[in-house]
């Protein structure tokens, strides 16, 4: 069984502060992980994905994140915050196998204050 | 450019009434999805579909019906039978089922309400 696991429901950062999203997972399974965005009465939108290559996975928007297998963790960074990002993140693990199970996190909003 | 286009965008349901949510994809992706999120819930399955023609129940299934008739559309029909249909509806697709490492793509949403 596979489960994911954002630990937290809102952050809130400064323009131009670090951002830190976290993310922990639980996979019976070689999981590949996404993160993605999602703004208001839209869909989501990839950020990034990782899929047993690098575990230091770059992505859009200056965005990137860490495939850590020994803390089963997965957390989103980005070095300076823009009030564009603000919005809502979504953590998702996938299990590679005959049958893909998808699970998705929760959630976490950021906001950024100007 | 290619993607997903999920129609409408808002749409009311009255007492004891069938809606139907559109959904077509020009990705020509094998795989297709619908999502329902509340807020707080994140994403849950409602339906996928692997291949034209076939299409199994997600985690909440009950209340809803799909169809794919056409590679390209995967319509989401909300039933009497729902009795909290209001929610925020995605649509997604990927290019196979069973290739874990694939991302979904998404729409854009319909949101239903119930007047």
């Known amino acids: 069984a596979q489960s994911v696991t954002q630990l937290d429901s809102h952050v809130s950062v400064s323009e131009g502060t670090p951002v830190l999203l976290r993310c922990n997972y639980s996979s019976s399974y070689s999981p590949s992980l996404f993160w993605y965005v999602q703004h208001p009465n839209k869909g989501l939108q990839l950020l990034l994905k990782?899929?047993?290559?690098?575990?230091l996975v770059k992505g859009i928007n200056g965005f990137e994140a860490e495939f850590k297998k020994s803390e089963t963790s997965f957390h989103l960074t980005k070095p300076s915050a823009h009030m564009s990002d603000a919005a809502e993140y979504f953590c998702?693990?996938?299990?590679?196998?005959?049958?893909?199970?998808?699970?998705f996190g929760i959630g976490t909003k950021l906001q950024v204050i100007p | 450019d290619g993607g997903i286009t999920q129609s409408p965008k808002y749409l009311f349901r009255k007492e004891g009434q069938n809606v139907t949510l559109s959904c077509e994809q020009n990705l020509n992706h094998d795989a297709m999805y619908w999502y329902r999120q509340d807020p707080g819930q994140g994403l849950r399955l409602i339906y996928y579909s692997q291949i034209v023609n076939d299409f199994q129940k997600g985690d909440i299934a009950e209340g809803y019906s799909v169809s794919r008739e056409k590679k390209e559309s995967f319509p989401l029909t909300v039933t009497s039978a729902q009795k909290n249909p209001t929610a925020f509806y995605l649509c997604?697709?990927?290019?196979?089922?069973?290739?874990?490492?694939?991302?979904?793509?998404f729409g854009d949403g319909t949101r239903l309400s119930i007047l």
């Open positions: 997604a697709s990927s290019i196979q089922q069973g290739r874990g490492n694939q991302p979904q793509h």
């Open positions: 990782y899929t047993s290559a690098a575990t």
């Open positions: 998702v693990v996938s299990e590679r196998g005959g049958y893909q199970k998808v699970t």
